[in-house]
């Protein structure tokens, strides 16, 4: 089983930049599909990206061109790099993991997840 870490958060103002990481231990990365999702107060968790095995991306329509999702499989890390950050992108950050060799959207379909890092956009 595969036990995953998120790190990075922080409060930042509008118009910064900020990259999360996710690592894993227990297991190598480099057999899942890594998701990330977001949480903001009062909503249900969203996904935001995911990357397959091969590191192939896949974005959430509206966030495509500020968040960027990447993997370096030698580190067992997986990275979020968010640009030009606004308050409505205030929420809690999660990685998941999923055994799927696609770039799965639902949460459902990825049952390892790490317990989240605040991020707070705001001046």
């Known amino acids: 089983q595969v036990q995953l870490v998120e790190s990075g958060g922080g409060l930042v103002q509008p118009g910064d930049s900020l990259r999360l990481s996710c690592t894993a231990s227990g297991r190598t990365l480099s057999g899942y599909a890594m998701g990330w999702f977001r949480q903001a107060p009062g909503r249900e968790r969203d996904f935001i990206a995911t990357i397959d095995r091969t590191g192939r991306p896949y974005y959430a329509g509206s966030l495509r061109g500020r968040f960027t999702v990447s993997r370096d499989n030698a580190k067992n890390t997986v990275y979020l790099q968010m640009n030009s950050l606004k308050p409505e992108d205030t929420a809690v950050y999660y990685c998941?993991?999923?055994?799927?060799?696609?770039?799965?959207?639902?949460?459902?379909?990825?049952?390892?997840w790490g317990q989240g890092t605040q991020v707070t956009v705001s001046s």
């Open positions: 998941a993991a999923s055994t799927l060799s696609s770039t799965p959207a639902r949460e459902s379909l990825y049952p390892y």
